[in-house]
């Protein structure tokens, strides 16, 4: 399971707008006990492939390769601690947002 703040990492995009298409039912998540949103490896994979077809080559390819690199991450969680390994295993650019 990923956070939101890695899914918007993933797509580059803030963590707002995460939260914002978790509200409008466009990327599928389950709520905490804590009220944190999680999404499943898998439904951020599906909407990588979906949304690269919208896309120049050049970006297809990138985002396939993260998509690639987040179901390696998504096997992994599925024999240890989720997010020890996605910190610890992600290759993906830090976010643009400025601190």
């Not at 707002?16 to 944190?36: D, F, Q």
Request: glycine residues 6%; proline residues 3%.
């Amino acid at each position: 399971m990923l956070t939101t703040a890695q899914v918007a990492n993933l797509f580059q995009i803030s963590i707002c707008t995460v939260r914002r298409y978790i509200k409008k039912g466009l990327i599928p998540s389950i709520m905490t006990p804590g009220g944190h949103y999680r999404i499943q490896g898998i439904a951020v994979h599906d909407l990588m492939v979906k949304n690269a077809t919208k896309t120049t080559l050049d970006a297809r390819k990138d985002i396939r390769s993260r998509a690639k690199a987040l179901l390696t991450i998504h096997n992994m969680n599925d024999k240890g601690d989720s997010m020890n390994q996605v910190s610890k295993s992600s290759k993906f650019p830090e976010s643009r947002r400025s601190g």
